[in-house]
């Protein structure tokens, strides 16, 4: 008789998946920065501030013919943000706001009326308010001290929507849910409680699974959609994934899936240390001889190892991998070094990930 696997974790449909139709839209401006306290651009090096600002400057009835600024205290920023779905206007956004010029720092700045794009060209949103940035920096004659990034910030609700997006969500006739971690096993269990649902609620299957990331439901005959999303993302599935072992070596993080596993091998590690160092040393000549100061060289080499101890690991469960590798005394990068050569071994089932 075959034993039980482990259970597998239980998540809601809107947790693990979400909707092809109400997906976000990104959207793009440009525009300026002003209040800034002399860290701004200088026109010099950034022409497009002082054309964007004479135009600007133009526009509110002012004219700057055949005059000439050395202000610092405006920038020109480039303003993203991301439209959600279903949006209607009226309701706020954030926005991310990023120096294009040579600003040393945008803390304090207030950005001015910005009109943000998608990617047809229709204007969707508006932007204007303080800047919040979260980098500090600080110079003086003979040192500079900066914590954090100082020419990018946020503006919390920051932008008014002005254009809502073409949704036909109502009028369709089937909605479509995609996974965020694709996978054949959670797609067909999904479907599954969807039907299961759907049989007692309507009285049949409405749900297909098409692939390991798309799941279609047929809308039933009398049903309002808002209300049946409602009841299906509340829905609790079984999510499954791949074993990944994902390794970051610029960082030094690990992070080992639940499911893999490494059949029985033997792991040696240990490290080789050689030092050299060079004392030259200066032989002086006897007194009234005729000969001449040398220098005599003089090395000192020391071989140093440590760890060289054999573990055997057999990883039929995530603890007894961890506390394999710990036995040895391994640190994290010598835990990469090592998941590296069991993946070459073959023993390692499961796929590795490096970032």
């Given at each position: 008789m075959?034993?039980?696997?482990?259970?597998?974790?239980?998540?809601?449909?809107?947790?693990?998946?979400?909707?092809?139709?109400?997906?976000?839209?990104?959207?793009?401006?440009?525009?300026?920065?002003?209040?800034?306290?002399?860290?701004?651009?200088?026109?010099?090096?950034?022409?497009?501030?002082?054309?964007?600002?004479?135009?600007?400057?133009?526009?509110?009835?002012?004219?700057?013919?055949?005059?000439?600024?050395?202000?610092k205290n405006i920038a020109a920023v480039l303003v993203t943000a991301n439209l959600p779905p279903f949006a209607s206007p009226g309701s706020r956004i954030d926005v991310t706001v990023g120096s294009l010029g040579d600003a040393a720092s945008l803390r304090g700045g207030t950005l001015v009326m910005t009109s943000l794009s998608g990617a047809d060209g229709q204007i969707y949103a508006v932007a204007q308010g303080s800047i919040v940035v979260t980098g500090v920096s600080a110079s003086g004659d003979a040192a500079t001290v900066q914590q954090g990034v100082t020419t990018a910030g946020r503006v919390p609700n920051g932008a008014i929507i002005e254009r809502e997006l073409?949704?036909?969500?109502?009028?369709?006739?089937?909605?479509?849910?995609?996974?965020?971690?694709?996978?054949?096993?959670?797609?067909?269990?999904?479907?599954?409680?969807?039907?299961?649902?759907?049989?007692?609620?309507?009285?049949?299957?409405?749900?297909?699974?098409?692939?390991?990331?798309?799941?279609?439901?047929a809308k039933p005959k009398m049903a309002d959609l808002?209300?049946?999303?409602?009841?299906?993302?509340?829905?609790?599935?079984?999510?499954?994934?791949?074993?990944?072992?994902?390794?970051?070596?610029?960082?030094?993080?690990?992070?080992?899936?639940?499911?893999?596993?490494?059949?029985?091998?033997?792991?040696?590690?240990?490290?080789?240390?050689?030092?050299?160092?060079?004392?030259?040393?200066?032989?002086?000549?006897?007194?009234?001889?005729?000969?001449?100061?040398?220098?005599?060289p003089n090395t000192d080499i020391l071989v140093q190892q440590e760890g060289g101890n054999v573990a055997m690991i057999d990883g039929s469960s995530l603890r007894s991998l961890v506390s394999g590798l710990n036995s040895i005394g391994v640190k994290p990068d010598g835990i990469i070094s090592i998941l590296q050569s069991i993946k070459t071994a073959g023993a390692l089932q499961a796929e590795l990930v490096l970032q």
């Open positions: 075959l034993a039980a696997g482990p259970a597998l974790p239980a998540a809601r449909i809107k947790d693990v998946a979400s909707l092809q139709a109400g997906r976000d839209n990104q959207l793009i401006g440009y525009g300026l920065v002003v209040g800034l306290q002399g860290t701004g651009d200088s026109m010099r090096s950034s022409p497009f501030t002082e054309q964007s600002m004479r135009a600007m400057l133009q526009n509110l009835g002012i004219s700057m013919v055949g005059t000439q600024t050395r202000a073409p949704s036909r969500f109502k009028d369709a006739a089937d909605l479509v849910l995609q996974l965020r971690n694709p996978d054949f096993s959670t797609a067909v269990g999904m479907a599954d409680a969807i039907n299961r649902y759907a049989a007692a609620q309507y009285g049949g299957p409405i749900a297909e699974s098409r692939d390991s990331q798309s799941v279609y439901i808002a209300r049946l999303m409602a009841d299906i993302e509340n829905l609790v599935v079984e999510t499954d994934v791949p074993a990944r072992v994902v390794i970051n070596e610029r960082t030094g993080t690990i992070v080992i899936g639940q499911d893999v596993r490494i059949s029985p091998v033997a792991v040696s590690y240990g490290t080789l240390t050689v030092q050299v160092n060079e004392m030259p040393q200066v032989v002086q000549p006897e007194p009234f001889s005729r000969g001449v100061t040398a220098v005599q």
